[in-house]
């Protein structure tokens, strides 16, 4: 049962880059035609889908964070991480990693989800 | 963008009686070519991540208690609860997958009256 796990600076300052990775256990990160997600979560608001990283590297991106966001594999220790710049105060939130349910394309609803990680941006 | 919308925003039911919840994408998110509608319901309780109920519209995924039910396509969908339970209170997302970037609704909060 494929797990995963969000990690990371809880707190960042303003105009830094936020950098967090998710660890993933109970199966592989290269599995054929995986989708690999990140999604946040504004305290006391809504879901936000930021984009998503395949086995492959094949990324797609959210337009409202492309030109701030960077989503990457680790394929050796089973992880892919997220790195969004120059964030401010309205990229504070939980942060969600997620596999796409179904291994045969990325249009899948999102299972598992790991716990989330609270970030904060503050000087 | 497709935009998810819910209804209501929150709704309280008493202990073993239905609650509905429903959801409308700005578009339609159902996919001729394999009949099937990329909607998606979760359930998210305070300090917990999100929790996969329903996709595909209507199916349950595995270990959902089946009083939860998931009907509805094109642009028009429902989560029916029946026989809510203590442990169903929870806000409860729509998710569409048809097209990128998704998109959820703002989450109807439910709560035992």
């Known amino acids: 049962q494929v797990q995963l796990q969000e990690s990371g600076p809880g707190l960042v300052k303003p105009f830094q880059t936020l950098s967090l990775t998710c660890t993933v256990s109970?199966?592989?990160?290269?599995?054929?035609?995986?989708?690999w997600n990140w999604i946040r979560q504004a305290p006391g608001r809504g879901l936000e889908w930021i984009g998503y990283?395949?086995?492959?590297?094949?990324?797609y991106y959210n337009p409202s964070l492309e030109s701030r966001l960077s989503i990457s594999l680790l394929t050796s220790e089973n992880k892919f991480s997220l790195n969004l710049k120059y964030v401010t105060v309205t990229d504070t939130a939980v942060y969600y990693c997620?596999?796409?349910?179904?291994?045969?394309?990325?249009?899948?609803?999102?299972?598992?989800w790991g716990q989330g990680t609270l970030v904060t941006v503050s000087s | 963008d497709i935009v998810m919308t819910q209804s209501p925003d929150s709704l309280a039911v008493p202990l073993g009686e239905r609650a509905i919840i429903n959801c409308k994408s700005s578009q339609s998110v159902f996919y001729s070519s394999n009949d099937k509608d990329y909607l998606a319901w979760y359930q998210q309780k305070p300090g917990q991540p999100p929790k996969l109920l329903i996709y595909w519209a209507s199916t349950r995924e595995s270990g959902v208690p089946d009083r939860f039910t998931g009907s509805g396509s094109g642009t028009d969908f429902t989560l029916t609860i029946n026989y809510l339970q203590p442990e169903d209170v929870a806000v409860y997302y729509c998710?569409?997958?048809?097209?990128?970037?998704?998109?959820f609704g703002p989450g109807t909060t439910v709560d035992i009256k």
């Open positions: 997620a596999r796409g349910a179904h291994n045969t394309s990325p249009y899948n609803p999102l299972n598992p």
């Open positions: 998710h569409q997958y048809y097209s990128f970037p998704f998109t």
């Open positions: 109970g199966g592989s990160i290269s599995s054929d035609d995986s989708y």
């Open positions: 990283i395949s086995n492959s590297g094949k990324t």
